[in-house]
């Protein structure tokens, strides 16, 4: 099976909250890339409200259950209370939690599961009780994932960043590609499924698909939204669904 793909409309919506005006359409895009064959909509909305706001959340929620009821709704975030909140109320599909501070300008790192399994645990479990799918961000390393099946986690969502950064250095997207096997490899021997996502591409995807056959789902949102730019966000949504082997 093809890896799913879900579009993160956080580069969208920062770009919007650079003028107080209501376009680009955070909830308008949202719906071209869905009708384009899109599987899904991802958000980050961060403390500061920099680039998803949570009034978005409503917006895409309904979006979803009126016009595209086989699509999901993943929300992710750092987990402290005000975040939880916010999920309980827009109830998505799936809920990514991530191990950012604030301050961060995007996602760079996973968790450590060990050093962090008393924090988590009772997280998972209130979300797994609330119905949510559950994925944790971790880093392409083949560590603690066990500890995260204990927590209840369904999934865990590779951090691609270092291999995304590869750009021409075939060598070195080749080492990254190892290490994001192997990891996927210690996720699925444990009982998890697969997602990925951070700076991904049309060019780097195939090879990504192709290294690890049983992924679950992409999230992308900064390079799809870049191509979106050139080719419109349907044509995008097109050309990575392609890339992925749909």
């Known amino acids: 099976m093809s890896a799913k793909l879900s579009v993160n409309l956080n580069a969208i919506a920062m770009l919007r909250n650079r003028r107080d005006l209501p376009w680009p359409s955070v909830s308008g895009l949202g719906r071209i890339a869905l009708a384009a064959g899109a599987h899904g909509l991802t958000v980050h909305p961060r403390p500061d409200q920099r680039h998803t706001r949570y009034s978005d959340l409503p917006e895409l929620r309904a979006l979803i259950d009126d016009e595209f009821p086989q699509a999901e709704f993943n929300i992710e975030g750092y987990p402290a209370e005000e975040f939880l909140d916010l999920v309980e109320k827009n109830q998505p599909e799936q809920v990514t939690l991530v191990p950012d501070d604030p301050a961060q ?142």
Not at 149 to 158: K, Q, S, T, Y
Not at 161 to 180: F, I, M, N, Q, T
């Open 105 to 246: 300008a995007t996602s760079d790192h996973g968790w450590d599961f060990a050093a962090n399994a008393a924090f988590l645990a009772p997280i998972v479990k209130r979300l797994k009780k609330g119905g949510f799918r559950v994925s944790l961000f971790a880093n392409p390393d083949p560590v603690g994932f066990d500890v995260a099946r204990d927590m209840g986690a369904d999934r865990i969502e590779l951090y691609t960043g270092p291999y995304g950064s590869c750009h021409a250095d075939s060598e070195k997207a080749r080492k990254e590609l190892e290490r994001l096997g192997k990891a996927a490899d210690a996720a699925f021997a444990v009982g998890l499924d697969v997602n990925a996502g951070h700076d991904l591409v049309v060019s780097n995807l195939p090879a990504l698909a192709k290294c690890i056959p049983q992924l679950a789902e992409v999230s992308i949102g900064h390079g799809l939204t870049a191509d979106a730019l050139e080719y419109g966000m349907a044509e995008t949504v097109r050309r990575f669904l392609k890339a992925c082997g749909w």
